[in-house]
Antibody, heavy 122, light 106 residues
Framework: QVQLVESGGGLVAPGGSLRLSCATSGFNFDDHYMAWVRQAPGRGLEWVSYISGSSLTKYYAESVKGRFTISRDDVHKTVHLEMNSLRVEDTAIYYC???????????????WGQGVLVTVSS | DLKQPPSVSVSPGQSARITCSADTLPDHYTSWYQQKPGQPPVLLIFKDTEKSSGTPDRFSGSTSGTTVTLTISAVRSEDEADYYCQSYDTTGTLVVFGGGTKLTVL
């Protein structure tokens, strides 16, 4: 079955960097858009970024643009989120999610990984 | 922004309606997700009205103008969760989530 497993979270000081990874299995990774969505403690969902199957299309939320970079490794079926210049307000659970369709843009997200916690604090 | 009521409360067996409003909704599909405490979100509805596999029949989606609605008929205690709508910005490229609605089953 489709599985998404995030890793790379942890505690980092403001201004620091982290690289999140999402290892996938159970589907043809190359064909699907992948996304990162985060959820600050006690708050709602916030879309962060998504990437097309070809890596040609990448979009970012304004709150992370210029600081975060999404990428994918089709050989290892993994999507990454490089996070730089981290701020306290980036503290959240970061979820990786797949678009199950084979369209030319991101549609909906299913399934989601269990998430990984990123804490930005001094 | 997608506007959702912060909370909805219903008794078991009643219907619950959770709305999501924005001027952009007529132009783009909306999806709905259910999130229970400590768990990742789960897709319930996509393309405004279509049920994901595994979504119980009591869940349905509808749309009217700038508002889309998730209806849960004959609510059960296990439906107590947070519900989020998801669509796109005016350009159709940036993903947007509603603020979420906490459904309480009395």
């Amino acid at each position: 079955q489709v599985q998404l497993v995030e890793s790379g979270g942890g505690l980092v000081a403001p201004g620091g960097s982290l690289r999140l990874s999402c290892a996938t299995s159970g589907f043809n990774f190359d064909d699907h858009y992948m996304a990162w969505v985060r959820q600050a403690p006690g708050r709602g969902l916030e879309w962060v970024s998504y990437i097309s199957g070809s890596s040609l299309t990448k979009y970012y939320a304004e709150s992370v643009k210029g600081r975060f970079t999404i990428s994918r490794d089709d050989v290892h079926k993994t999507v990454h989120l490089e996070m730089n210049s981290l701020r306290v307000e980036d503290t959240a659970i970061y979820y990786c999610a797949r678009d199950p369709t084979l369209g030319s843009y991101l549609n909906w997200l299913d399934p989601w990984g269990q998430g990984v916690l990123v804490t930005v604090s001094s | 922004d997608l506007k959702q009521p912060p909370s909805v409360s219903v008794s078991p067996g009643q219907s619950a309606r959770i709305t999501c409003s924005a001027d952009t909704l007529p132009d783009h599909y909306t999806s709905w997700y259910q999130q229970k405490p400590g768990q990742p979100p789960v897709l319930l509805i996509f393309k405004d009205t279509e049920k994901s596999s595994g979504t119980p029949d009591r869940f349905s989606g509808s749309t009217s103008g700038t508002t889309v609605t998730l209806t849960i008929s004959a609510v059960r205690s296990e439906d107590e969760a947070d519900y989020y709508c998801q669509s796109y910005d005016t350009t159709g490229t940036l993903v947007v989530f509603g603020g979420g609605t906490k459904l309480t089953v009395l």
